[in-house]
């Protein structure tokens, strides 16, 4: 119930920041999926060659880098998230929590939408368009794992 009251409190706050945090998750996961799709790309005309040139290595070794990259900034944008939702919501941590758990579904669905459409569609790997989704599962679960225990402690004093 004072997950709701915090929503309408902080209508306008909270619709901005589900959109910018959905959208540039979303460029962020755009630029992943770009990434992975060219890589596969280069990996046919890489098997038609008899040996890799020392350029080639790095282009693949910059592909890489570039995955590995990406995948921080999905971590950092949704601790960013949170923090901002904390520091917001100071008073009442748990509806924090779970409006930042809220702010996740958009982009959860659209990740998964797009992953089970790229994959019947091109030859991406489906575990490997839920990457970033999968790498964000652990904070989210401890996000609503914490929220219930502030909210029991909250019970247990008041």
Same mark, same amino acid.
Request: cysteine-free; hydrophobic content about 50%.
């Given at each position: 119930?004072?997950?709701?009251?915090?929503?309408?409190?902080?209508?306008?706050?909270?619709?901005?920041?589900?959109?910018?945090?959905?959208?540039?998750?979303?460029?962020?996961?755009?630029?992943?999926?770009?990434?992975?799709?060219?890589?596969?790309?280069?990996? #046919?005309?890489?098997?038609?060659?008899?040996? $890799?040139? !020392?350029?080639? =290595?790095? &282009?693949?070794?910059?592909?890489?880098? /570039?995955?590995?990259?990406?995948?921080?900034?999905?971590?950092?944008?949704?601790?960013?998230?949170?923090?901002?939702?904390?520091?917001?919501?100071?008073?009442?941590?748990?509806?924090?929590?779970?409006?930042?758990?809220?702010?996740?579904?958009?982009?959860?669905?659209?990740?998964?939408?797009?992953?089970?459409?790229?994959?019947?569609? #091109?030859?991406?790997?489906?575990?490997?368009? $839920?990457? !970033?989704?999968? =790498?964000? &599962?652990?904070?989210?679960?401890?996000? /609503?794992?914490?929220?219930?225990?502030?909210?029991?402690?909250?019970?247990?004093?008041?």
């Amino acid at each position: 119930m004072k997950l709701f009251i915090a929503m309408k409190q902080d209508k306008i706050f909270y619709s901005i920041f589900s959109v910018i945090y959905t959208l540039v998750m979303l460029i962020t996961y755009g630029r992943y999926v770009w990434t992975d799709h060219h890589r596969m790309e280069m990996s #046919t005309y890489w098997l038609q060659k008899s040996s $890799l040139a !020392p350029a080639d =290595l790095n &282009i693949i070794k910059h592909y890489g880098k /570039l995955s590995t990259n990406l995948e921080k900034l999905f971590l950092v944008a949704l601790l960013t998230a949170l923090l901002i939702l904390l520091i917001r919501y100071r008073q009442n941590k748990a509806a924090g929590l779970w409006l930042f758990s809220l702010a996740n579904l958009p982009f959860y669905f659209a990740v998964i939408t797009t992953s089970l459409i790229l994959s019947h569609t #091109t030859r991406l790997a489906p575990g490997n368009l $839920l990457q !970033p989704l999968l =790498l964000t &599962i652990p904070y989210i679960s401890l996000a /609503l794992v914490w929220s219930g225990w502030l909210q029991l402690r909250r019970r247990n004093v008041g």
